[in-house]
């Protein structure tokens, strides 16, 4: 079995101004993908949003053995990752098809295979 991380960038500030109908068509769409992957036969191992990005912390070498710290939110991005799956699986190809069809109801999705 490989395991893939399908990210799900997203623009926020974009998000949150959305109504109310197409936040509760977004958790339709969710469902649908948990449904899907259900049915064909992917392990979600862990899924979940994350916080937003104004709460997100970077943390780099400072160039002097230390740490360099910044807080969020990083604004020269449009976009953020708000959220992930962790799936593991036999059937790579019907799991990009899962995922294809996901996008297609208007998500974003980053599809990355993990190194073994």
């Known amino acids: 079995m ?11 500030a974009e998000w949150a101004s959305l109504p109310e109908s197409e936040h509760e068509k977004g ?4 469902v649908q993908f948990h449904e899907e992957l259900g049915a064909g036969g992917h392990t979600i191992l862990t899924v979940g949003p994350l916080e937003p990005s104004a709460q997100a912390v970077a943390m780099r070498p400072d160039g002097d053995g230390g740490a360099l710290v910044t807080d969020g ?7 953020q990752v708000v959220g992930f799956y962790l799936v593991e699986t036999d059937d790579e190809a019907d799991l990009r098809a899962a995922c294809e069809r996901f996008a297609a109801r208007g998500e974003h999705i980053e599809f990355r295979r993990m190194a073994e």
């Open 73 to 79: 939110p990083f604004s020269e991005t449009a976009e």
């Open 27 to 30: 958790h339709r769409s969710h």
């Open 2 to 12: 490989s395991r893939y991380l399908i990210l799900l960038p997203a623009p926020e």
